[in-house]
């Protein structure tokens, strides 16, 4: 708990600066594109939340394989943690993405397959919540929480693939893959891995906060019931 | 063959109900758990049956020996008597017809479970515990709405089956005939609540 | 302010959204965390004395 | 373990009133649905595959909840569970039940309700097989789903709520079987993948239920 005590004012310090730093840089300093117009700014926002909700979702995975395996209490309370923010950052995604496409595809909601496994995502994290919520017992709800992340995980993956073999799709191709050469040429690029650093960083800050918030909870009930049984 | 518990903590919504429990069961014998409500004696037979790993030690016996019956008889009341027998039968690979007999259900057989009164869908439960020969009998309050002609019927098929090398732990409050050894649950409540493995102690 | 031409409102919306649910979920987990910490230092200081 | 099986289909069949409403919800949605969009058939024909995939769907979640919850109350689940038949093989026995309960009369059903929703002639095979291939996914993911929920309060909202998200990949594949079939194209793609999941799920997911039931016993 000291540990993340001391770590946490500069994670969020850091994380506030590059997300500020990159989103003021993607939107006041970038042309526009030619054929995008001034949309392409939305990228900034779009593809660093997405990135996050899809790794959000994996580090709850990473997370639930922790606590079954090895008992770690804490690891229970990050999966925990980590849910409502991933949600968040799934929303955004979702949203930025409906927006961005807006003026391309002419409606708000094309059923494009990336967009439409987003909201698949958004599911998984709304039903992953739910069970927490609907359990009382901790130790339960952490066991059974886990077994729903790690099937959810799999299904997830498979909606993924089987959205895309529904509909083929309108969605612009990678816009950033770091292994084939840069679609975006590098004035539009840099902003962008500064903004994807900036949500990173404010996603692990939200983490931390919230993971301290539950292992205060945690700490509460165990005090509560020592009092309750003395 | 014996059911050896040593240093056995078990626990229920989290919060430690039993600390330092150390016995051993000679074959041929009955252990009757004695102690108030909420005392833990449920919760003890549940971490015995396996049903909820201890919070710490641990319970020496023999794989697939215990068979548990609980505060519900888990009678079907869809299926008559005769089917709800054959299925415990089927499940355990075991003829159910010698069982009816001992808790004389043989006048209902082809009665549907529903119709039947607690004391008789008690007996149906507790003849299930013949079926299978299983040693070790867990037992949470067997007498539970029996009359006084179920109670002798239920010691005789108790005392065979001591006899025959047979286990028994009861949790109940009325005496039933065969009082072996006697454990009281009151001074093992447990005095310190901090445990390093339950969920919420972790965090103090 | 950069010229967003014809796209201008999407644009902004999108950032406001964006910044309305980021802010929302960063004031969410910041309130759950100081009412957390109060109820716990209450209880705390109620079972030491 | 074939105890568990027979003893559940005797009792589904004898208490009658989870059969017949799986079937009876499924014409209901067959039926409703060209009320709500309208008379002109060939909109029907378009939608058929698609309401009758997500008829059975439905039908099989309602009657997921039953699978582990009446056990659960009178307390067999637990006498069950302390029993030789092992966790995973009891939650195997209880989807191939629901399955038979459900899933089997839903395929037999749907070419009869592809009638009303004027399916194409050649929909119908195709209907019937890629059904058959995905209900036993349904029941399946169905059970991990009710092993999830067994112990909770309001469980069922909460089991639609996670298992919808979970019934999506066999949704469309379902459904894209039947749309390929009648348009004429190659249906098997999407059908290996339906028999993929089902068969995915009929290997690994009662681990998964029993490991959740274990826990809900606690």
Redesign the interface.
């Known amino acids: 708990m000291h540990l993340s005590g001391r770590f946490l004012p500069w994670v969020a310090a850091i994380a506030a600066i590059t997300l500020v730093a990159g989103l003021f840089w993607g939107f006041f300093l970038t042309p526009d594109d030619y054929r995008q117009g001034s949309t392409v700014k939305i990228i900034y926002l779009h593809v660093p939340t997405a990135l996050m909700a899809i790794n959000g979702w994996f580090m709850m995975l990473v997370a639930s394989l922790i606590w079954l395996i090895r008992r770690h209490h804490v690891s229970a309370l990050v999966a925990k943690a980590a849910a409502p923010v991933g949600m968040t950052m799934t929303l955004i995604a979702l949203a930025t993405g409906a927006i961005w496409g807006e003026p391309m595809w002419g409606t708000w909601w094309a059923w494009d397959p990336r967009l439409t496994s987003f909201l698949?995502l958004f599911?998984?994290y709304?039903?992953y919540q739910?069970?927490w919520h609907?359990?009382d017992d901790p130790d339960?709800a952490a066991?059974?929480t886990s077994?729903?992340c790690?099937?959810?995980s799999v299904?997830?993956l498979?909606?993924r693939?089987?959205?895309l073999?529904?509909n083929q799709g309108l969605h612009q191709g990678a816009s950033l893959s770091l292994d084939s050469q840069q679609h975006v040429d590098n004035v539009f690029w840099v902003p962008l891995v500064i903004c994807m650093c900036g949500f990173g960083l404010a996603f692990l800050a939200l983490v931390l906060v919230r993971t301290r918030t539950e292992i205060r909870s945690r700490r509460l009930q165990a005090l509560l019931l020592r009092e309750r049984m003395a | 063959m014996e059911l050896s518990v040593t240093d056995l903590a078990c626990q229920r919504g989290g919060a430690l109900v039993l600390q330092n429990l150390n016995f051993v069961i000679p074959s041929g014998r009955a252990l009757i758990l004695r102690g108030r409500n909420g005392a833990g004696k449920t919760t003890l037979l549940r971490t015995l049956?396996?049903?909820?790993?201890p919070s710490c030690g641990h319970i020496k016996v023999p794989p697939?020996s215990?068979?548990?019956?609980?505060?519900?008889?888990?009678?079907?009341?869809?299926?008559t008597v005769a089917?709800n027998l054959m299925?415990w039968g089927?499940?355990?690979q075991k003829p159910y017809a010698n069982a009816a007999r001992q808790m004389n259900l043989d006048g209902l057989l082809s009665r549907p479970a529903h119709s039947l009164s607690a004391g008789q869908k008690r007996r149906l439960g507790l003849a299930?515990l013949c079926i299978?020969d299983r040693p070790i009998w867990l037992l949470d309050e067997p007498t539970i709405s029996l009359d006084a002609a179920s109670v002798a019927l239920f010691e005789i098929m108790l005392r065979l089956h001591l006899q025959n090398g047979g286990m028994a732990i009861i949790a109940t409050h009325v005496d039933c005939g065969v009082d072996d050894m006697i454990l009281d649950l009151g001074p093992f409540r447990p005095v310190k609540q901090l445990l390093p493995d339950g969920f919420d102690e972790a965090f103090l | 302010m950069p010229d967003l031409g014809k796209y201008a409102d999407a644009v902004l919306a999108a950032y406001g959204i964006s910044l309305c649910l980021l802010a929302a979920v960063i004031a969410l987990s910041w309130i759950q965390s100081t009412r957390m910490r109060r109820r716990l230092e209450e209880v705390e200081g109620r079972s030491s004395e | 373990m074939?105890?568990?099986l027979?003893?559940d289909l005797?009792?589904a069949i004898?208490?009658g009133g989870g059969f017949g409403l799986g079937l009876a919800f499924f014409l209901l949605i067959a039926v409703l649905t060209p009320l709500a969009v309208g008379a002109q058939s060939d909109l029907h024909a378009r939608m058929a595959p698609g309401i009758l995939w997500l008829g059975a769907l439905l039908s099989c979640l309602l009657s997921l909840d039953r699978i582990f919850a009446l056990?659960y109350e009178?307390?067999?689940l637990?006498?069950?569970?302390?029993?030789?038949?092992p966790m995973e093989g009891l939650v195997a026995m209880k989807s191939l039940a629901h399955w038979i309960v459900t899933g089997l009369p839903l395929t037999l059903l749907a070419p009869v309700l592809g009638i009303i929703l004027a399916l194409p002639a050649e929909g119908y095979f195709w209907l019937v097989v890629s059904l058959a291939l995905g209900t036993p996914a349904l029941s399946l993911?169905g059970a991990?789903g009710a092993a999830?929920?067994v112990g909770?309060?309001?469980?069922g909202l909460?089991l639609s709520?996670?298992v919808?998200?979970?019934y999506?990949?066999t949704l469309?594949?379902g459904a894209?079987a039947v749309r390929a079939g009648t348009s004429g194209q190659p249906a098997t793609?999407?059908l290996m993948?339906l028999a993929a999941?089902s068969a995915g799920s009929a290997a690994l997911?009662p681990f998964?239920s029993a490991?959740?039931l274990r826990?809900?016993?606690?």
Request: charged share 15%; net charge neutral; glycine share 6%.
């Open positions: 698949i599911l998984f709304l039903g739910a069970l609907a359990i339960t066991d059974l077994v729903l790690i099937v959810g299904f997830a498979l909606s693939y089987a959205v073999f529904w | 049956a396996g049903l909820q790993p697939d215990i068979i548990y019956s609980s505060h519900s008889d888990g009678v079907k009341d869809m299926l089917e299925f089927n499940v355990f299930r299978s | 074939i105890a568990v027979t003893r005797k009792l004898r208490s056990d009178d307390g067999s637990e006498l069950l569970a302390t029993s030789p038949v993911i991990f999830l929920t909770l309060k309001r469980g909460l709520l996670l919808l998200p979970l999506v990949p469309i594949f894209e793609t999407a993948f999941i997911l998964a490991y959740a826990i809900n016993l606690r």
